[in-house]
């Protein structure tokens, strides 16, 4: 019974992969297969959505791990292997995107938008402390010292 | 027929919006009290027609009524009672339907529990509300339609994406959306203040209670989401910048903002046109967000182009409600008048350092998710905008908030002094120090930025702590009775500030210990993780409703004793046919033990692919976000939000 279920649930299962399929091999040596966990961490699953190769189910990115690897095992440095990849994918396969002339807005945004932002604040600070605090107008002047005259007469 | 009903409903309620918004509005502003007078039953009605119209819906659902191309196209006869029912509001029509429900009922709740409001700004409100709801039902009735009929019509449907299928996402959708809709409660209260030129304490006081219950639903449906992708997608992960996750996360940090700018207009009379701003941002990264999920424009581009009509739509009322409102608030802001002044080191400076950081994440969350298809569109260059970017730029934000957050509450209003209050913490400085050093050296060292993260929390928990035992005077006599007696809403900001040191320690543990074990494991074989011994001991064949299964049993044992045995499945839906896999987590005080079955070799079905994780403090986040929603209800029960708060304006 076990075993008949099992072949059904495998038939039903058709093509479909999760992340660690049996014939996907490790780099044997830990130090590489770390480095090669680190290089796939940034690299974009290109049939999902903001998923990173290793952590998505679908064939595709389990095909991009084995290049990954190879290209590791072949002496590649990390940034050999980035770039291998952006060559066949372009930037989109980076999560990270590139620090260039036309990310540079989108990197700088949250100093940018904090500079405003305190520019405003101190802005608006000030016009309320000038407005709250504007020195006495010569009528307004007059009027106290009459008043204070009022006041010693009696 | 029930169908038809539903649909005739919706139309009704449709109607009786655009009467409570039009006469009512004409009304106070000419003084008719007989318009006025249309509002309240005008409320009441549409909550009652559009409850009887997704009553409709769900009924539809659970007979399994295939005539209807909604339930035809997203439900199944063989699927749980529970997920026909969630089914309704688990797909496009269904949700925003359920988006007027919600709308309608908060609507039916100022009408009733806000009588005691001055009588035109109450019926301004309300007409508010109506244009928003207007704005809805017109976007069901014309592009929309949750009850069209298909002819001739399917004998069984095509069922619900198996990832919905699950207890924490039936529930994520409704609490998501009780947050979203909250928060235009809120916008109708600044719009109407806009148009009656004034806001005051009591107008704060209004808001508060709104914007809170809006943020603890916001803060639940967000953390369900992410449990849900914890234990669902199977590699442990909680967080993704998904854009569909930031859609959500924008209004939730502008709301968080809102929550503590309302404090200062109630407490300070002060920074009011700021406060009406944020009310305005809130709702419309609500309606921005709700919409950007439901026309698809992030997934891509052209699922926007696909269905040119809904597209339309979105933008037109998007620019009408958010244009709108901005409009009018360039035209009135200047009428409220600022309040107390205050020196540049006080407990309103603070918390406009808090609103700074929290507007400007929220900006950069939204230009980081937008991006892309800004890019795509004026280029036609693709490029990703992941994780990395966000939780860089994300981060270095989160820095400064959480160092300030700390001294905030001991700030006094108008003039603070820094160096007294740091003086106060000196103390609790070399406590997280200590305390962040022990943990860092016990965890065996790591990343310079988990020491950060960690001493965040640290400072945070350990300055939280400070601030409420210098309030509630611990050390001296009757405590007790201080504490139990403390106002209900510094309370709830205690359990508030505490929550998110506490989820923070945990964010920084499981993102920099996390530990893996990827391998084939044949019966027997034995892997160990973070001094777990894991063994696989059988796997067996499950039938359920409408998936089968394989399930592995799996032993744990620590230090040679057995903990649990935890039993993880891999299942393949059939309508939709598709794979989920079912983690299996032994949640501990110190970390999750996470357990994935994966694929077996195709001959003998004897090798089994495992994945196994160890998340560190895992809980202590989920715990800390409970805790957080906690400190929200306990703060909404404050008196002064019960009790006479609207008299003194009548």
Redo the contacts between chains.
């Keep these: 019974?076990?075993?008949?279920?099992?072949?059904?649930?495998?038939l039903?299962?058709?093509t479909?992969?999760?992340?660690?399929?049996?014939d996907?091999k490790?780099l044997s040596d830990p130090a590489e297969e770390a480095r090669a966990q680190e290089i796939m961490k940034?690299l974009?699953c290109l049939v999902c959505?903001?998923?990173?190769i290793?952590?998505s189910?679908a064939g595709l990115a389990k095909d991009i791990r084995i290049i990954v690897r190879e290209r590791i095992l072949a002496g590649d440095t990390d940034q050999q292997v980035l770039t291998f990849m952006t060559e066949r994918y372009?930037?989109?396969?980076?999560?990270?995107?590139p620090f260039d002339g036309?990310?540079i807005i989108?990197?700088l945004?949250?100093l940018l938008?904090?500079g405003v932002?305190?520019i405003i604040?101190i802005r608006n600070?000030r016009n309320?402390?000038m407005a709250?605090s504007a020195p006495l107008s010569d009528e307004e002047q007059k009027r106290i010292a009459q008043l204070l005259n009022e006041n010693g007469d009696n | 027929m029930i169908a038809e009903l539903g649909h005739f409903a919706l139309i009704l309620a449709c109607s009786l919006s655009v009467i409570q918004g039009v006469f009512p509005l004409y009304g106070s502003i000419n003084g008719n009290g007989r318009m006025m007078g249309i509002s309240l039953p005008a409320a009441y009605g549409q909550f009652l027609f559009v409850s009887f119209a997704f009553a409709a819906l769900m009924y539809s659902f659970i007979v399994s009524d295939f005539s209807v191309a909604n339930v035809a196209t997203n439900s199944h006869t063989l699927k749980p009672m529970l997920y026909k029912v969630s089914a309704t509001w688990g797909n496009h029509e269904g949700s925003i339907l359920f988006w007027a429900l919600i709308l309608a009922l908060f609507g039916a709740m100022v009408a009733f529990f806000g009588r005691n409001l001055p009588r035109k700004f109450h019926v301004t409100v309300l007409s508010v509300q109506a244009f928003v709801g207007l704005g809805f039902y017109l976007f069901l009735l014309l592009t929309s339609n949750p009850f069209e009929r298909i002819f001739p019509f399917p004998n069984e449907g095509n069922g619900l994406n198996p990832l919905l299928q699950d207890p924490g996402l039936a529930f994520h959708p409704p609490l998501l959306y009780l947050g979203y809709v909250g928060l235009s409660v809120t916008f109708s209260f600044a719009v109407a203040a806009l148009i009656e030129g004034r806001v005051d304490a009591a107008w704060a006081r209004w808001v508060r209670p709104w914007t809170l219950l809006a943020w603890c639903f916001l803060t639940t449906g967000l953390t369900l989401g992410s449990w849900w992708a914890y234990y669902e997608?199977?590699?442990g992960?909680w967080w993704?910048?998904?854009?569909?996750e930031n859609a959500a996360f924008m209004p939730w940090l502008v709301a968080t903002g809102l929550l503590h700018s309302a404090i200062v207009v109630e407490k300070r009379d002060t920074l009011k046109a700021w406060t009406i701003l944020l009310a305005i941002i809130a709702f419309s990264f609500s309606l921005l967000g709700t919409f950007i999920v439901r026309s698809g424009v992030l997934?891509s581009v052209h699922a926007f182009a696909t269905d040119p009509e809904r597209g339309v739509f979105i933008l037109l009322f998007l620019f009408l409600v958010i244009g709108g409102s901005l409009f009018l608030f360039a035209l009135r802001a200047d009428k409220l008048q600022?309040g107390g002044?205050f020196a540049?080191i006080s407990r309103e400076s603070m918390l406009?350092i808090n609103n700074?950081?929290l507007?400007?994440?929220a900006?950069?969350v939204m230009?980081?998710t937008l991006?892309p298809l800004l890019?795509d569109a004026l280029?036609g260059?693709?490029?990703?905008?992941?994780?990395?970017?966000f939780n860089m730029?994300f981060g270095?934000?989160m820095i400064p908030l959480i160092i300030v957050m700390a001294l905030g509450p001991m700030a006094n209003w108008k003039r603070a002094d820094l160096m007294g209050i740091l003086s106060r913490l000196k103390f609790m400085m070399v406590v997280s120090l200590v305390a962040t050093l022990a943990f860092y050296y016990m965890a065996g060292g790591g990343a310079i930025m988990a020491a950060v993260w960690l001493g965040l929390g640290m400072w945070l928990l350990f300055s939280t702590l400070y601030e409420w035992s210098e309030r509630i005077k611990l050390f001296k006599g009757g405590a007790l009775k201080r504490i139990l007696r403390q106002p209900r809403a510094s309370m709830g900001m205690t359990f508030g500030h505490l929550g998110l040191a506490i989820a923070v320690l945990g964010m920084a543990a499981t993102s920099y210990w996390d530990s893996e074990y990827?391998?084939?494991m044949g019966y027997g074989d034995k892997a160990t993780i973070a001094g777990y011994e894991v063994t696989l001991n059988s796997?067996?064949?499950?039938?359920g409703p409408n998936y089968?299964?394989?399930r592995a049993s799996f032993d744990v044992n620590k230090d040679g004793q057995k903990v649990t045995t935890l039993e993880p499945e891999?299942r393949?839906y059939?309508t939709p046919?598709?794979?989920t896999?079912e983690a299996a987590i032994l949640s501990t005080f110190l970390g999750d033990l996470f357990v994935v079955i994966?694929?077996?070799?195709?001959e003998n079905?004897d090798?089994?692919?495992?994945?196994l994780y160890f998340k560190p403090l895992q809980a202590w986040l989920w715990t800390g976000v409970a805790i957080m929603v906690l400190g929200g209800f306990i703060s909404l029960s404050d008196r002064r939000f019960r009790t006479g708060t609207i008299k003194g304006k009548k």
């Excluded at chain 2, 994966?598 to 195709?602: F, M, R, Y």
Aim: hydrophobic share 50%.
């Design positions: 019974m076990n075993k008949i279920m099992i072949v059904i649930f495998w039903l299962m058709g479909s992969a999760f992340a660690v399929g049996v996907e490790r940034q974009r959505q903001n998923q990173s290793v952590d189910d372009g930037d989109w396969v980076l999560l990270k995107p036309a990310t989108l990197w945004s949250p938008l904090l932002g305190f604040i600070q309320r402390k709250t | 997608l199977g590699w992960g993704f910048w998904d854009p569909v997934t600022p002044l540049p406009i700074l950081l507007s400007v994440s900006l950069v230009f980081g991006y890019r280029t260059e693709k490029i990703t905008v992941g994780p990395p970017f730029a270095s934000l990827q391998g084939i796997t067996d064949g499950i039938i089968t299964a394989v891999a393949v059939m046919p598709m794979p896999t994966g694929e077996a070799n195709s079905y090798l089994w692919a495992v994945r």
